[in-house]
């Protein structure tokens, strides 16, 4: 059986308790990117928001760009520190196999469905292209009636254009059966 304390035990329990509390809600110190790991990589995708480190100094990406070198171009801003790699968008490496698709990844699996369905069997139509947007590989959109695929990453680059080719057409898309 315990006994109470006599004395100011209360108080000190509680602010125990406070500051146990308050040290577990403290969101932890962020830790800043690595340069080994933050190297620039010129084949790499590079989304606004990215950081990365290149010959001593820290930039970070303005604007969607395909490896547009730092410290050259305005696509990139330099920084005056270290930045913080948490929540960062990161950098993709996209490749396509030789038959124009999407490599899956590891782990990925591969479905059934038709190309616009989703699981359920429904069909989804691609929102309309808009220049003001940003568009990574493999993005579908629909423009003058059709539907394209980013075959590169692009901004502002309309479908049909042939140069630089950034958009190829779909043509077994669920939303054109019937259509044709």
Known sequence: MIKPVPGNSHRFFCLVLVLLAAGLSAPAAAEPCDPEESKWVPTRYYPAGAAVFHKGSWYESRELHEGLEPGITFDWKELDSVPDCEGRKQPVDQTRTGDGQKGTEAGQSVGKSKRGETS???????????????????????????????????????????????????EDHCSLEGQQ
């Open 120 to 170: 359920s069997g429904m069909c989804v139509r691609p929102d309309p292209w808009l220049f003001s947007r940003s568009y990574t590989v493999g993005s579908l959109v629909t423009h003058g009636g059709q539907i394209w695929e980013a075959i590169r990453a692009t901004n502002g680059d309309m479908p049909g254009m042939n140069k630089p080719p950034r958009w190829q057409l779909v």
